[in-house]
């Protein structure tokens, strides 16, 4: 008998409607989730909040445009904030698009429903830099309006939410490097409604003050994220201005383009490992370069979280989804924007990030400033399983290759920023032997399959079918995949708090 019952398609995980992942149990429910089939996506209880507009905003939508007459026939865009909002407007730059304010505080945009095509620039737009409404504030204002009875009940913290969640992040980010930096206080630390809005708001802010210096060249250090890749492409000055570097360990190599273009170097973007692949480059020697040729370095530690890895030394700015270990319930997202005191730029960053981020809603606030205080004892959890996971994985014989934050390639660059010989991370990303063999895999496996990590909940995803669908499914994208090492059929699967010994049952029955 599996300890893991069996999720139906769309269940909320966890169960709750402000939950951030969902049940995609077979890969047919995958590919339907990605080619927006009726049949799947009419099931999904909700989904990743970048990617699924929540059922409390869709309601919260269809009521405002059904009592609106200027909004009849259009479809509205309900935002974070009213710059989002503004901002969009400005992006779209057509004359059909309309701003949308309302009170208490509503915000968004509208288009003419019968264009797909703004639909589709509006919501790539929104997801890149997690500029929707937050499913507890759609469900604020539909209680408000009376289409709810009553929020949703749940835990939280009572009294001055975002100072308790600074606390325990300003107790963390300084534990580990003594003196080496001025200690991190309220002042350097920025809360976001989500990693990616985190993200684009610190690129936003790097990006504009280099921009002053004739410096505009951004390096992309290995294979990010999509919504990272998609800001950089997007807000870069100019397309020459963009850089990818696939071997995130030729440092020869980037010193040759710091040596051709340090001028006009503005930074260089790392993730800490990179998802999927966990790669840790050696960010001492990176940090050093750029700061030897003024440029600036921005790291993300969201894969293994700033609790296990000491990067703000080395960087300007260091980032984190909230979202992950943190928000380890799975049911809020949430970003972090950490400035380096000792950097001669934090000044004037503190004064450009203050009005371009993306709040912090305040019920998610008061939900975070609960979950936070556990973080510690799920890491804890996490990093007692993640090594067994591994090494079974690792020595069987129907698994091909196996990448955690510890593997042979990086584990010493990821070892001089981790904080304890115990941290990792949960995330382990695989690929098995047999050609064709995912599908009956997946669907064989009776573990808990959707998006997102960094929960108390064991989660696995055919990670390059949900972030790049549309490069496992064209030649030229799988050429693209195959160019920076990455198998479409990765698997990515992230340790949750659950008993060791049931994660890997549930993993050799599916492989037996």
Same mark, same amino acid.
């Given at each position: 008998?599996? &300890?893991?019952?069996?999720?139906?398609?769309?269940?909320?995980?966890?169960?709750?409607?402000?939950?951030?992942?969902? =049940?995609?149990?077979?890969?047919? =429910?995958?590919?339907?989730?990605?080619? !927006?089939?009726?049949?799947?996506?009419?099931?999904?209880?909700?989904?990743?909040?970048?990617?699924?507009?929540?059922?409390?905003?869709?309601?919260?939508?269809?009521?405002?445009?059904?009592?609106?007459? %200027?909004?009849?026939?259009?479809?509205?865009?309900?935002?974070?904030?009213?710059?989002?909002?503004?901002?969009?407007?400005?992006?779209?730059?057509?004359?059909?698009?309309?701003?949308?304010?309302? #009170?208490?505080?509503?915000?968004?945009?509208?288009?003419? &429903?019968?264009? /797909?095509?703004?639909?589709?620039? #509006? !919501?790539?737009?929104?997801?890149?830099?997690?500029?929707?409404?937050?499913?507890?504030?759609?469900?604020?204002? @539909?209680?408000?309006?009376?289409?709810?009875?009553?929020?949703?009940?749940?835990?939280?913290?009572?009294?001055?939410?975002?100072?308790?969640?600074?606390?325990?992040?300003?107790?963390?980010?300084?534990?580990?490097?003594?003196?080496?930096?001025?200690?991190?206080?309220?002042?350097?630390?920025?809360?976001?409604?989500?990693?990616?809005?985190?993200?684009?708001?610190?690129?936003?802010?790097?990006?504009?003050?280099?921009? $002053?210096?004739? +410096?505009?060249?951004?390096?992309?250090?290995?294979?990010?994220?999509?919504?990272?890749? &998609?800001?950089?492409?997007?807000?870069?000055?100019?397309?020459?201005?963009?850089?990818?570097? +696939?071997?995130?360990?030729?440092?020869?190599?980037?010193?040759?383009?710091?040596?051709?273009?340090?001028?006009?170097?503005?930074?260089?973007?790392?993730?800490?490992?990179?998802?999927?692949? @966990?790669?840790?480059?050696?960010?001492?020697?990176?940090?050093?370069?750029?700061?030897?040729?003024? /440029? %600036?370095?921005?790291?993300?530690?969201? $894969?293994?979280?700033?609790?296990?890895?000491?990067?703000?030394?080395?960087?300007?700015?260091?980032?984190?989804?909230?979202?992950?270990?943190?928000?380890?319930?799975?049911?809020?997202?949430?970003?972090?924007?950490?400035?380096?005191?000792?950097?001669?730029?934090?000044?004037?960053? +503190?004064?450009?990030?203050?009005?371009?981020?993306?709040?912090?809603?305040?019920?998610?606030?008061? +939900?975070?400033?609960?979950?936070?205080?556990?973080?510690?004892?799920?890491?804890?959890?996490?990093?007692?399983?993640?090594?067994?996971?591994?090494?079974?994985?690792?020595?069987?014989?129907?698994?091909?290759?196996?990448?955690?934050?510890?593997? %042979? #390639?990086?584990?010493?660059?990821?070892?001089?920023?981790?904080?304890?010989?115990?941290?990792?991370?949960?995330?382990?990303?695989?690929?098995?032997?047999?050609?064709?063999?995912?599908? !009956?895999?997946?669907?064989?496996?009776?573990?808990?399959?959707?998006?997102?990590?960094?929960? #108390?909940?064991?989660?696995?995803?055919?990670?390059?079918?949900? %972030?790049?669908?549309?490069?496992?499914?064209?030649? &030229?994208?799988?050429?693209?995949?195959?160019?920076? !090492?990455?198998?479409?059929?990765?698997?990515?699967?992230?340790?949750?708090?659950?008993?060791?010994?049931?994660?890997?049952?549930?993993?050799?029955?599916?492989?037996?």
């Amino acid at each position: 008998m599996s &300890a893991f019952p069996h999720l139906p398609l769309g269940q909320a995980i966890p169960p709750s409607p402000h939950a951030v992942s969902c =049940s995609l149990p077979t890969m047919r =429910s995958v590919r339907g989730y990605e080619e !927006k089939d009726p049949a799947i996506t009419s099931q999904l209880a909700n989904g990743y909040p970048r990617f699924v507009v929540h059922p409390f905003a869709r309601q919260l939508a269809a009521h405002l445009v059904a009592t609106n007459p %200027a909004l009849t026939s259009h479809t509205l865009w309900l935002t974070s904030s009213l710059a989002i909002a503004e901002n969009l407007v400005a992006h779209l730059a057509h004359p059909s698009v309309q701003l949308f304010i309302d #009170t208490p505080g509503l915000h968004g945009v509208a288009h003419p &429903a019968a264009s /797909a095509p703004l639909a589709a620039l #509006t !919501k790539t737009y929104l997801q890149n830099l997690g500029g929707f409404i937050s499913s507890r504030e759609a469900e604020d204002h @539909l209680v408000r309006l009376e289409l709810r009875p009553a929020i949703y009940p749940e835990a939280t913290f009572t009294g001055d939410e975002p100072a308790e969640i600074r606390r325990h992040l300003a107790r963390a980010l300084n534990a580990g490097h003594a003196a080496t930096i001025a200690p991190v206080t309220d002042a350097d630390l920025f809360l976001t409604n989500c990693g990616m809005s985190a993200i684009y708001a610190a690129f936003r802010a790097v990006a504009d003050l280099q921009a $002053t210096r004739g +410096r505009t060249i951004w390096l992309q250090l290995g294979w990010f994220y999509l919504d990272t890749i &998609a800001i950089l492409k997007k807000f870069t000055a100019g397309p020459g201005d963009y850089v990818y570097i +696939r071997d995130i360990f030729d440092l020869e190599a980037l010193e040759r383009i710091f040596a051709a273009h340090g001028q006009r170097i503005a930074g260089v973007v790392a993730e800490v490992p990179t998802n999927p692949l @966990l790669q840790t480059p050696d960010i001492p020697a990176i940090s050093a370069l750029c700061r030897s040729h003024g /440029a %600036a370095i921005l790291i993300d530690a969201s $894969t293994a979280s700033l609790y296990n890895l000491d990067v703000l030394p080395h960087a300007d700015v260091a980032l984190a989804s909230l979202t992950k270990y943190t928000g380890s319930a799975g049911d809020l997202t949430a970003g972090l924007i950490a400035l380096n005191p000792a950097r001669p730029d934090a000044t004037e960053l +503190r004064r450009r990030l203050a009005p371009a981020l993306e709040p912090l809603y305040r019920r998610d606030a008061a +939900r975070l400033a609960h979950e936070i205080a556990a973080t510690e004892s799920v890491l804890a959890k996490i990093h007692a399983s993640t090594p067994h996971v591994v090494a079974f994985l690792e020595n069987h014989p129907a698994i091909k290759d196996v990448f955690w934050a510890r593997h %042979a #390639t990086s584990r010493a660059n990821f070892e001089k920023l981790a904080r304890s010989p115990e941290a990792t991370g949960g995330m382990i990303t695989f690929t098995l032997r047999a050609p064709g063999a995912l599908e !009956k895999f997946y669907d064989r496996l009776r573990l808990p399959k959707g998006p997102s990590f960094g929960m #108390t909940t064991t989660l696995i995803c055919p990670f390059m079918y949900l %972030a790049h669908y549309d490069l496992v499914t064209t030649p &030229a994208g799988l050429a693209e995949l195959a160019a920076s !090492k990455l198998d479409p059929d990765l698997l990515r699967l992230c340790i949750g708090c659950e008993a060791v010994e049931d994660i890997i049952a549930a993993l050799a029955e599916a492989l037996a």
